[in-house]
T-cell receptor
Framework: GQNIDQPTEMTATEGAIVQINCTYQTSGFNGLFWYQQHAGEAPTFLSYNVLDGLEEKGRFSSFLSRSKGYSYLLLKELQMKDSASYLCAVRLVNAGNNRKLIWGLGTSLAVNP | GAVVSQHPSWVICKSGTSVKIECRSLDFQATTMFWYRQFPKQSLMLMATSNEGSKATYEQGVEKDKFLINHASLTLSTLTVTSAHPEDSSFYIC???????????FGPGTRLTVT
Protein backbone atom coordinates (compact mmCIF):
# COMPACT_ATOMS: atom_id res chain seq x y z
CA GLY A 1 0.00 0.00 0.00
CA GLN A 2 0.86 3.65 -0.11
CA ASN A 3 1.52 5.61 3.05
CA ILE A 4 2.62 9.17 3.75
CA ASP A 5 3.05 10.43 7.31
CA GLN A 6 3.41 13.96 8.55
CA PRO A 7 2.63 15.60 11.89
CA THR A 8 -0.94 16.77 12.29
CA GLU A 9 -0.25 20.10 13.91
CA MET A 10 2.69 22.35 14.68
CA THR A 11 3.03 25.71 16.37
CA ALA A 12 5.82 28.23 15.93
CA THR A 13 6.62 31.85 16.69
CA GLU A 14 6.81 34.69 14.20
CA GLY A 15 10.37 35.16 12.99
CA ALA A 16 11.45 31.65 13.96
CA ILE A 17 12.33 28.60 11.86
CA VAL A 18 10.15 25.51 11.62
CA GLN A 19 10.78 22.12 10.03
CA ILE A 20 7.89 19.95 8.87
CA ASN A 21 8.80 16.31 8.32
CA CYS A 22 7.29 13.83 5.91
CA THR A 23 8.01 10.12 5.60
CA TYR A 24 6.67 7.93 2.85
CA GLN A 25 6.37 4.30 1.82
CA THR A 26 5.10 3.99 -1.74
CA SER A 27 5.23 1.39 -4.47
CA GLY A 28 6.93 3.83 -6.81
CA PHE A 29 8.56 7.22 -6.62
CA ASN A 30 8.87 9.95 -9.17
CA GLY A 31 9.22 13.04 -7.06
CA LEU A 32 7.98 14.62 -3.84
CA PHE A 33 5.98 17.81 -3.64
CA TRP A 34 5.16 20.28 -0.93
CA TYR A 35 2.04 22.40 -1.24
CA GLN A 36 0.63 25.14 0.97
CA GLN A 37 -3.10 25.39 1.53
CA HIS A 38 -4.91 28.17 3.33
CA ALA A 39 -8.34 27.38 4.72
CA GLY A 40 -11.01 27.36 2.04
CA GLU A 41 -8.54 27.73 -0.80
CA ALA A 42 -6.87 25.40 -3.27
CA PRO A 43 -3.30 24.21 -2.67
CA THR A 44 -0.43 26.23 -4.08
CA PHE A 45 2.88 24.73 -5.15
CA LEU A 46 5.91 25.27 -2.92
CA SER A 47 8.61 22.82 -3.96
CA TYR A 48 9.52 19.68 -5.83
CA ASN A 49 12.35 17.23 -5.10
CA VAL A 50 13.23 14.24 -7.23
CA LEU A 51 16.92 13.87 -6.36
CA ASP A 52 18.46 13.68 -2.91
CA GLY A 53 19.47 16.93 -1.33
CA LEU A 54 18.26 20.36 -0.46
CA GLU A 55 16.32 22.71 -2.72
CA GLU A 56 16.19 26.31 -1.55
CA LYS A 57 13.68 28.87 -2.70
CA GLY A 58 13.61 32.07 -0.72
CA ARG A 59 12.38 31.50 2.82
CA PHE A 60 11.36 27.94 2.00
CA SER A 61 13.67 24.95 1.54
CA SER A 62 12.88 21.30 0.97
CA PHE A 63 15.07 18.27 1.54
CA LEU A 64 14.79 14.73 0.22
CA SER A 65 16.43 11.43 1.12
CA ARG A 66 15.11 8.70 -1.15
CA SER A 67 16.95 5.90 0.67
CA LYS A 68 15.24 6.89 3.92
CA GLY A 69 11.87 7.74 2.39
CA TYR A 70 12.09 11.10 4.10
CA SER A 71 11.59 14.74 3.29
CA TYR A 72 11.28 17.96 5.22
CA LEU A 73 10.07 21.45 4.48
CA LEU A 74 11.97 24.22 6.23
CA LEU A 75 10.35 27.60 6.68
CA LYS A 76 12.57 30.48 7.82
CA GLU A 77 11.70 33.93 9.15
CA LEU A 78 8.16 32.85 9.81
CA GLN A 79 5.39 35.31 9.11
CA MET A 80 1.81 35.28 10.32
CA LYS A 81 0.66 34.61 6.76
CA ASP A 82 2.53 31.30 6.84
CA SER A 83 -0.20 29.92 9.08
CA ALA A 84 -1.68 27.27 6.79
CA SER A 85 -1.78 23.57 6.11
CA TYR A 86 1.31 22.07 4.44
CA LEU A 87 0.75 19.03 2.31
CA CYS A 88 3.38 16.47 1.36
CA ALA A 89 2.66 14.46 -1.80
CA VAL A 90 4.53 11.75 -3.68
CA ARG A 91 4.18 11.33 -7.41
CA LEU A 92 3.81 7.83 -8.76
CA VAL A 93 4.24 6.87 -12.37
CA ASN A 94 1.78 4.19 -13.26
CA ALA A 95 0.56 2.60 -16.43
CA GLY A 96 -0.53 5.12 -19.02
CA ASN A 97 1.85 7.73 -17.58
CA ASN A 98 -0.83 9.26 -15.38
CA ARG A 99 1.12 11.39 -12.94
CA LYS A 100 -0.94 10.53 -9.91
CA LEU A 101 -0.08 12.08 -6.57
CA ILE A 102 -0.46 10.36 -3.21
CA TRP A 103 -1.16 12.93 -0.49
CA GLY A 104 -0.34 13.09 3.18
CA LEU A 105 -2.99 14.32 5.58
CA GLY A 106 -1.30 17.69 5.91
CA THR A 107 0.35 19.56 8.76
CA SER A 108 -1.55 22.50 10.17
CA LEU A 109 0.96 25.19 11.12
CA ALA A 110 -0.02 27.98 13.47
CA VAL A 111 2.33 30.95 13.64
CA ASN A 112 1.93 32.99 16.80
CA PRO A 113 3.09 36.57 17.34
CA GLY B 1 2.46 29.92 -14.66
CA ALA B 2 -0.33 27.72 -15.95
CA VAL B 3 -3.88 28.58 -14.92
CA VAL B 4 -6.71 26.21 -14.10
CA SER B 5 -10.20 27.54 -13.58
CA GLN B 6 -13.27 25.96 -12.02
CA HIS B 7 -16.89 26.86 -12.30
CA PRO B 8 -18.92 27.42 -10.24
CA SER B 9 -16.89 28.47 -7.21
CA TRP B 10 -19.76 27.54 -4.95
CA VAL B 11 -23.15 25.93 -5.39
CA ILE B 12 -26.09 25.05 -3.20
CA CYS B 13 -28.48 22.41 -4.41
CA LYS B 14 -31.34 20.35 -3.08
CA SER B 15 -31.02 16.71 -2.22
CA GLY B 16 -31.73 14.48 -5.21
CA THR B 17 -30.64 16.95 -7.87
CA SER B 18 -27.49 16.82 -10.01
CA VAL B 19 -24.68 19.35 -10.12
CA LYS B 20 -22.05 19.82 -12.81
CA ILE B 21 -18.63 21.29 -12.06
CA GLU B 22 -16.32 22.42 -14.84
CA CYS B 23 -12.54 22.41 -14.80
CA ARG B 24 -10.66 24.25 -17.52
CA SER B 25 -6.98 24.63 -18.32
CA LEU B 26 -6.82 28.17 -19.64
CA ASP B 27 -3.39 28.38 -21.24
CA PHE B 28 -2.29 24.81 -21.79
CA GLN B 29 -3.62 21.49 -22.94
CA ALA B 30 -4.14 18.70 -20.46
CA THR B 31 -4.68 15.12 -21.52
CA THR B 32 -5.11 14.24 -17.87
CA MET B 33 -6.92 16.08 -15.11
CA PHE B 34 -7.45 15.01 -11.53
CA TRP B 35 -10.53 15.43 -9.38
CA TYR B 36 -10.19 15.69 -5.62
CA ARG B 37 -12.60 16.00 -2.74
CA GLN B 38 -11.70 17.58 0.57
CA PHE B 39 -13.76 17.52 3.75
CA PRO B 40 -13.18 20.15 6.45
CA LYS B 41 -9.80 19.86 8.15
CA GLN B 42 -8.89 16.81 6.09
CA SER B 43 -6.42 16.29 3.29
CA LEU B 44 -7.12 15.96 -0.39
CA MET B 45 -8.69 12.71 -1.47
CA LEU B 46 -8.20 11.75 -5.10
CA MET B 47 -11.52 10.71 -6.58
CA ALA B 48 -10.62 10.01 -10.16
CA THR B 49 -8.25 10.68 -13.01
CA SER B 50 -9.93 12.20 -16.03
CA ASN B 51 -8.49 11.14 -19.38
CA GLU B 52 -9.20 13.07 -22.57
CA GLY B 53 -11.06 10.94 -25.06
CA SER B 54 -11.38 7.90 -22.85
CA LYS B 55 -12.98 6.73 -19.64
CA ALA B 56 -11.98 8.15 -16.31
CA THR B 57 -10.07 6.04 -13.81
CA TYR B 58 -11.80 6.00 -10.44
CA GLU B 59 -10.15 5.43 -7.09
CA GLN B 60 -11.30 2.59 -4.91
CA GLY B 61 -14.53 3.37 -3.11
CA VAL B 62 -15.63 6.14 -5.46
CA GLU B 63 -18.91 5.40 -7.24
CA LYS B 64 -18.47 5.97 -10.95
CA ASP B 65 -22.21 6.09 -11.54
CA LYS B 66 -22.62 8.82 -8.97
CA PHE B 67 -19.65 10.95 -9.95
CA LEU B 68 -19.74 11.20 -13.73
CA ILE B 69 -16.61 12.51 -15.39
CA ASN B 70 -16.38 13.69 -18.96
CA HIS B 71 -13.13 14.91 -20.50
CA ALA B 72 -14.36 15.94 -23.92
CA SER B 73 -11.50 18.22 -24.94
CA LEU B 74 -7.89 18.92 -24.06
CA THR B 75 -8.90 21.92 -21.95
CA LEU B 76 -12.13 20.85 -20.27
CA SER B 77 -13.15 18.18 -17.81
CA THR B 78 -16.49 18.06 -16.03
CA LEU B 79 -17.58 16.32 -12.86
CA THR B 80 -21.29 15.72 -12.38
CA VAL B 81 -22.52 14.77 -8.94
CA THR B 82 -25.74 12.88 -9.61
CA SER B 83 -28.59 12.54 -7.13
CA ALA B 84 -26.68 14.60 -4.61
CA HIS B 85 -27.12 13.99 -0.90
CA PRO B 86 -26.05 16.08 2.09
CA GLU B 87 -23.05 13.79 2.65
CA ASP B 88 -21.76 14.86 -0.78
CA SER B 89 -21.31 18.37 0.57
CA SER B 90 -17.60 19.04 0.25
CA PHE B 91 -14.88 21.07 -1.43
CA TYR B 92 -14.18 19.70 -4.91
CA ILE B 93 -10.86 20.62 -6.53
CA CYS B 94 -9.43 19.75 -9.92
CA UNK B 95 -5.84 19.85 -11.05
CA UNK B 96 -3.82 19.40 -14.20
CA UNK B 97 -0.26 19.69 -15.36
CA UNK B 98 1.03 20.77 -18.73
CA UNK B 99 2.86 18.17 -20.75
CA UNK B 100 6.49 17.67 -19.73
CA UNK B 101 6.12 19.58 -16.47
CA UNK B 102 6.04 18.17 -12.99
CA UNK B 103 3.95 20.72 -11.15
CA UNK B 104 0.24 20.13 -10.76
CA UNK B 105 -1.79 23.30 -11.02
CA PHE B 106 -4.97 23.43 -9.00
CA GLY B 107 -8.22 25.11 -9.76
CA PRO B 108 -9.67 27.39 -7.08
CA GLY B 109 -12.13 24.71 -5.98
CA THR B 110 -15.90 24.41 -5.86
CA ARG B 111 -17.73 24.33 -2.56
CA LEU B 112 -20.83 22.16 -2.86
CA THR B 113 -23.56 22.31 -0.25
CA VAL B 114 -26.46 19.90 -0.55
CA THR B 115 -29.51 20.76 1.52
Amino acid sequence: GQNIDQPTEMTATEGAIVQINCTYQTSGFNGLFWYQQHAGEAPTFLSYNVLDGLEEKGRFSSFLSRSKGYSYLLLKELQMKDSASYLCAVRLVNAGNNRKLIWGLGTSLAVNP
Amino acid sequence: GAVVSQHPSWVICKSGTSVKIECRSLDFQATTMFWYRQFPKQSLMLMATSNEGSKATYEQGVEKDKFLINHASLTLSTLTVTSAHPEDSSFYICSANPTATYEQYFGPGTRLTVT
